[in-house]
Every structure is written in structure tokens, then in C-alpha cells.
């Protein structure tokens, strides 16, 4: 009899989901933007910006929020062509070789010149939004040697570090190029020094960031804007980022319209609105990254108070593509010996 | 000397046993459900009741199964599936079924007593029901506890078998000197096998003596009762 | 003469299992199709290339490596709690076992925090003892693999210890057996059926840990295949070289399978119907010291990282975290894909075991026994990103998108599910056929009126089976995360999120109420579906 009971219960559950899933949204006038979650969740810029596009554009802008950067890249890798996403947001600038090779996407229109990114920005696909820099952040009130370099953190023996892996994660990647743009032919080298004291490397960047809040390590790969966080949202100044005098490595994160879109004229209304107010307002204190551009609403205090980069590193994002395999590599041969 | 005075109960049945029962072969009659494996299981020490229960003036009652001069045969049950027909007898001896030389010729004492030599490293599942039984008879010999208590072991064997398997279990008591239960339901068994009968009634112990009693069972009701109309069993036996 | 009629009844009975081996069919089609879209999905002339990389050797040597000790401990130390915990009443007991069915669940990133917040530099035992734990390494794999298996394996062990029959205690308190005799001449008899399918259950956990590992293992010297594939499938999109590695990882895994079934005994059974009723055996000071030792060795092992894990209860996030909205819909989306997906997975489980006790106790069939209870075990080797891609290739093929991105997660969670499923049901659903197959068979019931005879006997198994998939299936994450969007935000996506965006501290707070919900889903599908008696063990 309970037995039964249950059964019913169980398939009224299935009915009703059944329904949920089968009612489709009226599509006419969206525009659906595949990006990673934390951006569009409640604390991510997202919904201010969401806001704010839809007073412009009389229309409703959807997010689809994927689990990573990777994860939006391979998400229109398996839709392919009958992809129902008009805009991608959050493809990291080393994702972008493999992201135009899927033949996926459409050249923008946008203006970039005003876009402050270090070297300039020329691509016919991708428009960036946010941009910020790779950096260790340690603890100031634990550690008392603060390294001033990359080199220094390499070579520091008694350093407890902790970095991502180039396989799985963004910033892993970022300090792959980092190394190599510092080290060039000698990154293995100093990789094989740096795995002497490296606590562990993690998966993703939140595993690593987490172990290191928790006390495993005096320093952690991040972002330089990772502190302004701990002071705007919690209030805490001990943790800062260390300064590198070699330079920082940037991350710049972008944007690019698909071909099919099913909306075309949304979609590039959408990537002009990415370097508008509207938009490059809420990045700072919204994914804790600096703007693109210059904002006519300054930036919160704390963001002044960050570790400015002395020089920026950067790699040619042809190089990248074609060398990160070998990179990857020459890293595991190295903290594998 | 086996002295019963005990009391249980459990749900609506209650029991109150009071005997005292000699040194031999004792069968236990009575119909379905009025107390004579509850009687036993007291006295094997599988379930707790209240009051005395002396063997030879020691106490008996409180003690665990394990430390009572008691050997039990259940209906079933009675081998592990997992060890041989030596190892289950040797567990008799020593519950690590390790012997030494003199232990092990009482095991093949016990053996050769049942007639089980040729089935030695067999495993239960290889047994038919009687040979069963007797690995656990052999186990009970082993252990050499001077009570026996026998719950229906031969109920499942077809009659020339259980009447063999009474035989020897008559013929055990008698040599080795054994104070021996045996739940029964067939008259005609008791009278092939000799000694006592106790008759159980609603937890009672009604009727007890020589078996002789059930040829004059016309002058007890308790047994008159019990036989019923067609005392045929008892005339054929 | 009697050879024919066996026959014939042979192939009559097996007609009647249609239903059961078409689910098994379903199940077995879907799990290879999605692996053979995934590799005729590149060009198959690049395979060889794949495997000859020496560092992948070595990877998958570390994950031999880590994976049999993960193992061989996990179940080393299950057997005497599980006969420990069998054998010794005390307070606190069913909780303590509701906890060992939920710590496998624990999303792997809280279950790290919590064995850091133990074990770390700044951890417990450090403030406590001074005495810095060297986590990073084999060390830690091994930790973190113990609080997820032990309490598995401990469940699976005394799930065999309920099988052996009343019959035997009785014999055992008769004969004045000690606590190492009966544990040898018992108990190790009804444990040892269990070993083999809980040893290669657990083996392939570890063998596919995938977080544990690269967080724990202290760098790159410490990975596992299923690293390999995430890469090929997620950074380099190499979708080929995604299941040529899966198909490797399946291979091993198949390999130490068949190693360990070809070792394991065969059974001996009784045939007994005695009603369960406890005796008190034999006991010692050194029986109870043994005993309780082995329950206090388990209780600080699992104990300590569940206490770290539910800390912020004490935390205002956390009451706070309880009026998020956000997070009860989560939770609404969990319970809206954990429970068909269970439901399935019970199924799936219920079709998987009826076919091979059929076969198990004929002896021309016992190979297909082994191959239905293999098979059901073996999509355990795939990674569920490589089953949820294929099927997704393969519905691309046929026109359905993500639209249909809910079944696609419910159905692959399901099928993630059915090992666990299959180890809680095969032993009793095994010993029923074997006692009473000749009496249905003689009575002409089979099917489900069969069923409906057998519900009390298996009902106590089948809320196990149906709780640890509810369970399985609430934790996923690797899955959804694939066809994850707005609409589809489950819990431990939520958790992701939350950490994603610095809030760690809100985030271990929605891990607690995931670790709550799944001990009250535990406790409510064993008491529903268990009936109240089979609660207490």
C-alpha cells in the first residue's frame, strides 16, 4: 500500500517536471548570452547589467550560466551551428585561437579604440570586457618576507605555494605564460625549483583560493584584484598581492557574436553596449576585475589601493595556441622529475 | 538429578515447569504450542525465565548456553554450511577447531559411533537430512556434556531412519550415562525408546514417569486427552 | 527425457524476463553508444598516438598505485568496524550510520576543506598536538579516499553480516565460541561474498578520483586518467582522444575486475528461516577492547572532517544562507532531478538482478550472472562528463538540443547510480533465489506477483539502493555542470558558485544544509520505502 503511495507520488513528480522542462520561452525578442555562472549570479555583474541592457534594447536579455570559461567554449563546440546562444561572454583571451577555429563566429562592428587592454586591442571577433592580472596573494599578518618578484617566489625554498593546473584552470594557464614569459627557454628550470616548495596544484581556481583562506600555503595563485574583495565585501585588509617587478601577466576576458545568432541585430547592439557605461560600470565590484575602459564612475577605493603592475608581460596569442601543448609539457616533465 | 522449577512468559502464553528429572532417556509429549521446546530452549539457556534450575545441586540458571552441561539439537540448523563434517565436529571441542592427537581420536570415536567415517570432509550441502543430523549428534557426543536435549532433530527423516537415529540415541544415553530430553510427537517412539515420558499441557508439565504409563492411559485423562480417540499409534507401536 | 523439460522450462522462464533484459539492454545501448559517438566523433588514425605518452603511464601507474591502497584500506579497516559495529550496541549508533551513508556523497572540494581543517598546517591536530601532518601527497589521496569509502564499505559489510543466519549465532553461543572464533568461522564466511563487489566498487572510485587527487596529491606527480580525459575534453576539445582514454580506463578497471572476481570463492549458503532475534555471544576484555577500538579508530577517522565540514552552523552566514531563496531552489531543482533519477536507477537495479539470479543458480548461465552484475558496475569506469557528451552528440544527431538537457542529466544520473544500487541489492535478492527459487518455481509465481511476495523480505535493500542513488544523484555535479544552465541550478551547482566567487563562507554553509538534507533524505526513503523495522540494524 505505501509502496504503491510512493509510486504515484513519484510519477505526479516526473509529470510535473516533464511539464516545467517542455515549456518553452517565447524567443522572439531575446537575447540569450552563454556565459560562466559566477557572472551572472546574483553577487556577479549579470543582473545590473542585465538591467541596464534592457532599458536600451526593448527586449529581454537571457543568461545561460555555464560552469567555466572552458565550459562556454565547449558548450557551442558540441551545439555547433544549431546553437540557440546569440553572444558569448567570458572566453578567456587564450581560449580564442579555439574558439575561432570552430568557424562559429561572427566579426564584430565595435569600436574598440577607446579599450585600455596593455598593447591595444585589434580583433575582428572578440570584444574584451574585463581585464585583470595574474598575481599571488598572501596574508599579510602571517607572512613576514613578502616576495617582490616572480623570481622570488620561485626560488624561495621555505615559500608554501599554491597554484592551479594549466590543464584544468584559467589562472593555471596565465601563470604557464607567466613563467614562460619571464623564464622564456629556461621555464623549466625554474618550474622544477618552484615544485620543490609547491604545496599542491589544484584543480580549479576556487579549490586552490579556498585551501589557501583555510592556512595550506603563504601564497596563492589569484588575481591583484582578489584583495579588493576581501576589503569591499568583507571589510578585511590582510590579504594584498604581491608585487612582481619582472611584471604582471594580464587576463583579459571577451566576448564574441555567433554567426547563427538567432537574434543578429540584439547580438551587436549587445557587444557595443560591453564598452558603454552600462556595462563597464558594475565589472569592478561585480566580478572583481578592472574595466576595459574609462568609466566615468570612478572605481571604488580599494581598487586605488591595489597592486599596480610596474610592466605588463604578454605573450602573442598565436604563440600561445601553438605552444601550449609543448608548455604544458615542459611543465609536467618538470614537476614530475 | 535435573531440577526444573521455572516460569516464563511471552505475549499470552505463560509456563510454569516444575520437575525433576533423572539420569536416562526422557521424551517430552504434548500437542503443538503447549511448551515443549520453550521448556527446552530454558533449560539449553536460549531464552531467560524465572526461578531455579539445578544439575547435581549446581546452579544452573543465569549461566550462558555456552558454560551449561547442556548439548542441544535443534530441528534444523544444526551444522554450518561452511565447514566440513570434521571441522563442524571438531568445533565441539574447541571452538577453533584445533586438536591435538587425543582429541582427535575422539573425534574419530564419535565418527565411527555415527557410522560418518566415509563422510568426513564432505560439506553439509553434500549430506542427506540424516547424515546431517548425525554430524550434530557426533558434535554432541564430543562434547561430552552430560545433558542432552533433543527439539524434534528427526522430525524431518522418514520412519525406519528416525527410528534408527532413536535406537542410537537410546543406546548413547544408556552407555555413556546421559541425561537425555527428546521432544517427540509420536507416542509409539517412547515406547521403542524407553525410559521416562513427561507429558506438556499449556506450559505444564502434567504427566510424568515411566513410559509404561501410556499403556494405562485410560486411567490418566491428562494422556487420555492428549492420545485422543484413535489411539491406534500407541497400540501399534 | 528430464533434460528436455528442464530446457524447455529453461527458455519459458526466460521469456519471462524480457521486460528485465530489455532494461539491461537499454542501459548497456546508451552507455556504448555515447562512448562510440564520442570516438567516431575524430579520426581513429590518431589513437595510437594518444598512448604513447610515457607521462600518461606514469599516471596511470600512480592511479593503480593509489587506488588499490585506497582500496585495500578502506576495506581493511571495514571489516572489524563493520563487525564491530554489528556485534556492540552504544548511544548514537544509527546515527553514526546514517552519517557513513552520506560522507560518499559530500561534494569532494567540502570534503577537502574539511580534512584540511584537520589535518592541515593550520588544522586541529596541528594546534593541538604540534605535530604537522605531511597531507599533501599519498598521505592526503589516502585520507580523503578513507572518509569517502570506509563508511561505504562498512555499510556494505554489514549488509552482508545481516544475511547470516540466526541458526548460526545459536550454534556459536551454544558452542561458547570467542568474538575471534566466531568472527572466523562466521562472519568472515558471509563477509568475503561482499568483498569482491565492494573492493571493485571502490577501486573504481579511486581509480577515477578526480579533485581529491590534484588538490591533495601535492602536484602533477599525483594524477589520475580521468584528468587526462577532462583535458582532452574540456581545454583541447580532442573529443577523440577523450574516449580513446576513457576506453583505457576502462580496460584497467575491467582488468582489476575480472583479477578480483576470478579470486573471490564461490559461496556457500544455508538454507535457514529462522526469525532475527539477538544472542549475546561469549564476550572478553579483549573482545571489547578489539570492538570498541575499531568503532573509536572509525569515529575519529570520519568523525573529525564531518565536524570540520558542519562548523559554520555556529556562523550567522549560515542562518542567514537559510533564508537565501536562491538556495531553496536549489535544493527544489536537486529533489526534481535526485528523485526520477533514483527512481530509475532502482529500476534499472530491479531489472539488472532479476536476470542474473535467474542465471546465477543455473550453472550453464553463471556467466551471464557475471556479466549482467559487471556490466552494471562498469559505467562506473566511464567518466559521466564522456556519457553525458556522447549522448549529447547523439542527440544532436537525432534534432534534440539541451532543451532536453534535464533528461539527459536525469537519465545519466541514474545510470551513475546503479553500481551502488546493484551492491545493496544483489546479496539478498541472490538469497532469496537461492531459498526459495524451487517453491515459486512450484508454485508458478514469478514477475512481479513474485515481487510483491518478496517486497518484506527486500524492501529493507531496496530503500538502501533507493537512498543511495537519491544520494548520488543530489551530489552530482560533474554531469549537470555539462548541461547546466539558469534553469537548471542544483545545490552542489550553487555551492560551485558561491566558492567561484569568494564566498567560501557561504559556501561550506550550503554544503552543510546538502550534508542535512541528505541524512533526512536518507533516514526518510529507509523509513518509507525500509519500513520502520528494517531502520534499526
Known amino acids: 500500500m505505501r509502496f504503491t503511495s510512493f509510486f504515484s507520488f513519484s510519477a505526479t513528480i516526473l509529470a510535473t517536471s516533464l511539464l516545467a522542462t517542455t515549456a518553452i520561452a517565447d524567443k522572439s525578442n531575446t537575447l540569450t548570452v552563454y556565459t560562466y555562472d559566477s557572472f551572472s549570479s546574483d553577487w556577479g555583474p549579470g543582473p545590473k547589467i542585465k538591467e541596464d541592457f534592457e532599458k536600451v534594447c526593448a527586449c529581454e536579455l537571457k543568461y545561460v550560466g555555464l560552469d567555466s570559461s572552458v565550459g562556454i567554449l565547449s558548450r557551442i563546440q558540441l551545439e555547433g551551428a544549431s546553437s540557440k546562444a546569440d ?6 583571451v587564450n581560449l580564442m585561437a579555439s574558439a575561432e577555429k570552430t568557424g562559429l563566429l561572427a566579426t564584430h562592428t565595435v569600436n574598440t579604440e577607446k ?34 618578484s616572480l623570481n622570488d617566489i620561485v626560488e624561495s625554498q621555505d615559500l608554501r605555494v599554491i597554484y592551479q593546473d594549466p590543464r584544468t584552470s584559467t589562472p593555471g594557464l596565465g601563470l604557464l605564460l607567466w613563467m614562460k614569459s619571464v623564464y622564456g627557454d629556461k621555464a623549466d628550470e625554474a ?7 609547491t604545496v599542491t596544484v589544484t584543480k580549479g581556481w576556487y579549490d586552490g583560493y579556498s585551501l589557501f583562506l583555510k592556512g595550506e600555503a603563504d601564497v596563492v595563485l589569484s588575481y591583484t584584484t582578489s584583495p579588493a574583495y576581501h576589503m569591499v565585501a568583507e571589510g578585511v585588509n590582510k590579504y594584498q598581492a604581491a608585487p612582481a617587478s619582472e611584471g604582471f601577466y594580464p587576463q583579459v576576458e571577451v566576448a564574441a557574436q555567433l554567426k547563427n545568432a538567432p537574434n543578429p541585430e540584439l547580438a551587436g547592439q549587445f557587444m557595443s553596449f560591453i564598452l558603454e557605461d552600462g556595462f563597464q560600470s558594475h565589472v569592478a565590484t561585480g566580478n572583481w576585475m578592472f574595466p576595459v575602459v574609462e568609466t566615468t564612475t570612478p572605481l571604488p577605493e580599494a581598487f586605488s589601493s591595489l597592486e599596480q603592475p610596474t610592466k605588463v608581460l604578454s605573450l602573442p596569442v598565436e604563440d600561445v595556441s601553438m605552444n601550449r601543448s609543448v608548455w604544458v609539457d615542459e611543465w609536467l616533465e618538470a614537476t614530475t622529475r | 538429578m535435573l531440577n526444573i522449577d521455572l516460569t516464563y512468559s511471552w505475549a499470552s502464553f505463560s509456563a510454569h515447569y516444575q520437575v525433576n528429572i533423572t539420569k536416562g532417556l526422557t521424551t517430552l509429549l504434548g500437542g503443538s504450542g503447549e511448551g515443549k521446546s520453550t521448556l527446552l530452549q530454558l533449560v539449553g539457556g536460549f531464552i531467560e525465565g524465572d526461578g531455579k534450575l539445578t544439575f547435581e545441586d549446581d546452579n544452573l540458571q543465569g549461566m550462558p548456553p555456552y558454560n551449561r552441561p547442556i548439548t542441544t539439537l535443534f530441528q534444523s540448523d544444526n551444522l554450518f554450511p561452511q565447514l566440513t563434517v570434521w571441522q563442524n565436529i571438531a568445533i565441539g571441542l574447541h571452538p577453533s577447531g584445533k586438536l ?4 582427535r581420536s575422539t573425534v574419530e570415536w564419535a565418527l565411527s559411533k555415527t557410522q560418518l567415517k566415509e563422510q568426513l570432509d564432505k560439506f553439509p550441502d553434500m549430506l542427506s537430512g540424516g547424515q546431517a543430523q548425525r554430524v550434530a549428534l557426533a558434535r554432541a557426543l564430543v562434547r561430552k556434556r552430560p545433558i542432552l536435549l533433543l527439539d524434534e532433530p528427526f522430525s524431518a527423516l522418514d520412519p525406519n531412519l528416525r527410528e534408527e537415529m532413536l535406537l542410537l540415541v537410546a543406546d548413547l544415553t544408556h552407555d555413556l550415562g546421559l541425561t537425555t530430553l527428546l521432544i517427540s510427537h509420536h507416542p509409539h517412539e517412547a515406547k521403542l525408546a524407553g525410559g521416562n515420558i513427561m507429558l506438556i499441557k499449556s506450559g505444564k508439565v502434567q504427566v510424568h514417569g515411566d513410559v509404561s504409563l501410556l499403556e494405562e492411559y485410560d486411567s490418566i485423562p491428562a494422556l487420555a486427552g492428549y492420545l485422543g480417540p484413535n489411539k491406534l499409534s500407541v497400540e501399534l507401536g | 527425457m528430464r533434460i528436455e523439460l528442464s530446457a524447455l522450462s529453461l527458455s519459458l522462464s526466460q521469456w519471462r524476463l524480457l521486460p528485465a533484459f530489455c532494461l539491461i539492454l537499454v542501459f548497456t545501448l546508451i552507455g556504448a553508444a555515447s562512448l562510440a559517438a564520442l570516438l567516431f566523433y575524430g579520426e581513429a588514425d590518431r589513437w595510437g598516438s594518444y598512448l604513447s605518452s610515457t607521462y600518461l603511464w606514469r599516471v596511470v601507474r600512480f592511479s593503480l598505485w593509489q587506488a588499490l591502497l585506497s582500496s585495500v584500506l578502506s576495506i581493511g579497516f571495514a571489516i572489524p568496524i563493520a563487525s564491530a559495529l554489528m556485534r556492540r550496541q552504544f548511544f548514537g549508533r544509527d546515527t553514526l550510520f546514517q552519517l557513513f551513508a552520506v560522507s560518499m556523497v559530500v561534494p569532494s572540494i567540502v570534503a577537502i576543506l574539511g580534512i584540511v581543517i584537520v589535518y592541515g598546517r593550520s588544522g586541529w591536530i596541528n594546534s593541538w598536538i604540534g605535530v604537522e601532518v605531511p597531507l599533501y601527497g599519498l598521505l592526503g589521496i589516502l585520507l580523503a579516499h578513507l572518509f569517502f569509502n570506509l563508511p561505504l564499505a562498512v555499510r556494505l ?11 548460526q549465532w545459536r550454534l556459536a553461543l551454544q558452542l561458547g565460541f570467542s568474538r575471534w572464533q566466531a568472527f572466523k568461522t562466521i562472519e568472515w564466511h558471509y563477509i568475503r561474498k561482499a568483498l569482491p563487489g565492494a573492493f571493485v566498487l571502490i577501486f573504481m572510485l579511486c581509480f577515477s578520483s578526480f579533485a581529491v587527487v590534484l588538490s591533495l596529491g601535492g602536484g602533477p606527480k599525483s594524477s589520475t586518467l580521468e584528468v587526462a580525459i577532462y583535458q582532452a575534453l574540456r581545454f583541447d576539445f580532442d573529443v577523440s582522444k577523450a574516449s580513446v582514454l576513457s576506453l583505457l580506463q576502462v580496460l584497467i578497471c575491467s582488468s582489476v575486475a575480472l583479477l578480483i572476481y576470478r579470486f573471490s570463492l564461490p559461496l556457500k549458503q544455508d538454507n535457514s528461516v529462522l526469525t532475527l532475534t539477538s544472542y549475546r555471544l561469549k564476550d572478553s576484555f579483549w573482545s571489547r577492547l578489539f570492538d570498541y577500538g575499531a568503532i573509536a579508530f572509525a569515529l575519529l577517522l570520519i568523525i573529525p572532517p564531518f565536524i570540520a565540514i558542519l562548523e559554520p552552523v555556529y556562523s550567522k552566514v549560515f542562518w542567514q544562507t537559510l533564508q537565501d531563496k536562491k538556495m531553496w531552489m536549489a535544493v527544489g531543482v536537486s529533489l526534481k532531478i535526485a528523485i526520477p533519477a533514483a527512481i530509475l536507477s532502482v529500476t534499472l537495479g530491479i531489472g539488472f538482478v532479476f536476470v542474473a539470479r535467474y542465471a546465477y543458480f543455473r550453472p550453464q548461465l553463471v556467466w551471464l550472472a557475471k556479466l549482467v552484475e559487471h556490466l552494471g558496475s562498469s559505467i562506473l569506469m566511464i567518466p559521466g562528463l564522456v556519457i553525458a557528451t556522447g549522448l549529447f552528440l547523439i542527440f544532436r544527431q537525432i534534432g534534440w538540443g539541451f532543451d532536453q538537457g534535464y533528461w539527459i542529466v536525469v537519465w545519466v544520473n541514474g545510470m551513475m547510480a546503479l553500481p551502488f544500487v546493484l551492491r545493496a541489492l544483489v546479496p539478498v535478492f541472490y538469497q532469496q533465489e537461492k531459498r526459495y527459487r524451487m517453491l515459486y518455481a ?13 517486497w518484506p523480505v527486500v524492501r529493507g535493500s531496496i530503500s538502501q539502493a533507493f537512498g543511495y542513488a537519491l544520494l548520488l544523484c543530489l551530489g552530482d555535479m560533474g554531469v549537470i555542470a555539462l548541461f547546466g544552465s539558469s534553469g537548471l541550478m542544483s545545490l552542489p551547482l550553487y555551492l560551485f558558485q558561491l566558492i567561484g566567487s569568494y564566498r567560501l563562507e557561504q559556501g561550506s554553509s550550503v554544503a552543510v544544509v546538502l550534508v542535512i538534507l541528505c541524512v533526512l533524505l536518507f533516514v526518510l526513503s529507509t523509513r518509507i520505502i525500509g519500513g520502520v523495522s528494517r531502520v534499526k540494524h
Not at chain 3, 442 to 454: K, Q, V
Open chain 1, 115 to 148: 579599450v585600455t587592454v596593455p598593447n591595444g586591442w585589434n580583433n575582428p571577433y572578440f570584444v574584451p570586457f574585463d581585464q585583470g592580472y595574474f598575481a599571488f596573494i598572501y596574508d599579510t599578518e602571517k607572512l613576514q618576507t613578502v616576495p617582490t
Open chain 2, 100 to 103: 591435538t592427537d587425543k582429541e
Open chain 3, 157 to 167: 559489510l554489514v549488509q552482508a553480516h545481516g544475511l547470516i543466519p540466526q541458526a
Open chain 1, 191 to 197: 618550474w622544477e625549483k618552484l615544485s620543490s616548495h
Open chain 3, 442 to 454: 512450484s508454485l508458478g509465481i514469478w514477475g512481479w506477483p513474485r515481487f510483491l511476495l518478496e
Open chain 1, 87 to 92: 553572444v558569448l561572454l567570458g572566453l578567456d
